[in-house]
């Protein structure tokens, strides 16, 4: 019996061997862009999406080596136990060699579940690195035009502070002519004034010759009439010279 199990232990071993050397090579092609890549990730796929025979073929083989590996761990188990139960006996060579191969085939079925486990994780994430890209391309989009909006937004502050520094040099230029041409209406309202103060004694002047010209027109009639009078009441005086 003990040889029997020996020797399919060892040929589960062997298995074990390939099966982890098959699950390196197909981690080693998803991992770097193989020919044989995008025909791994659509076997997976399919595998995963398929709720058929494949994934029952998986689920059948990781529950096969789940119970393997809880039989090893049970005969180490019992193995032990027995070793401790024989006081100073120790153990036999060939119960030695089948702790040896119960021991080697845990670690084998370990590394086999970790390597599925892995396998799985990268499938998952190269399934999702297509979207990550997608969004990293549109925050990388959309980033550049964050900062051409930004450039844009910075050129047109320093346009608006240029033209602020022109509207301010502007508005002091018509400070200054506001200021000059205030200067001018004071003059032109001061010389307004003296005109206007002139032109009054010009018309007091006119008014004054008006007046004169008057007395003056009056003062000539009744000397006419004075002497139209006297030449009518003299005429013979007129006939004798």
């Given amino acids: 019996m003990v040889p029997l199990l ?14 982890i050397f098959s699950e390196m090579v197909l981690i080693m092609t998803l991992l770097f862009d193989a020919p044989m890549t995008k025909t791994a990730i659509l076997e997976l796929d399919s595998l995963k999406l398929n709720q058929g025979k494949g994934l029952l073929i998986v689920k059948i083989v990781t529950g096969t080596l789940f119970l393997v590996l809880m039989a090893n ?3 180490v188990l019992r193995i032990t136990m027995k070793n401790r139960t024989n006081e100073g006996g120790g153990l036999n060579p060939t119960e030695e060699v089948l ?5 080697l085939q845990i670690s084998l079925i370990g590394i086999v ?8 994780s990268l499938h998952h994430y190269i399934r999702g690195l297509p979207s990550l890209v997608m969004a990293m391309e549109a925050a990388k989009t959309q980033n550049q035009s964050f900062r051409k909006e930004k450039t844009e937004s910075v050129q047109k502050l320093n346009t608006m502070v240029q033209e602020k520094d022109t509207l ?3 508005l002091k230029y018509l400070e200054s002519e506001c200021k000059s041409e205030a200067n001018e209406a004071n003059k032109a309202r001061a010389e307004a004034e003296a005109l206007r103060q002139e032109s009054e004694e010009f018309l007091k002047e006119y008014d004054r010759l008006l007046a004169d010209n008057q ?3 009056n003062q000539s009639k009744l000397v006419e009439q004075r002497f139209t009078k006297q ?3 003299h005429p013979n005086d007129k006939k004798n010279l």
């Fill in 6 to 19: 020996l020797i399919l232990g060892q040929g589960l071993v062997y298995l074990l061997y390939a099966l």
């Fill in 73 to 75: 761990f049970y005969s």
């Fill in 99 to 103: 702790k040896s191969m119960n021991i």
């Fill in 113 to 120: 579940l970790f390597l599925v486990l892995m396998i799985d």
């Fill in 168 to 170: 301010r040099t502007k």
């Fill in 215 to 217: 007395n003056f027109r």
């Fill in 231 to 233: 030449s009518i009441s």
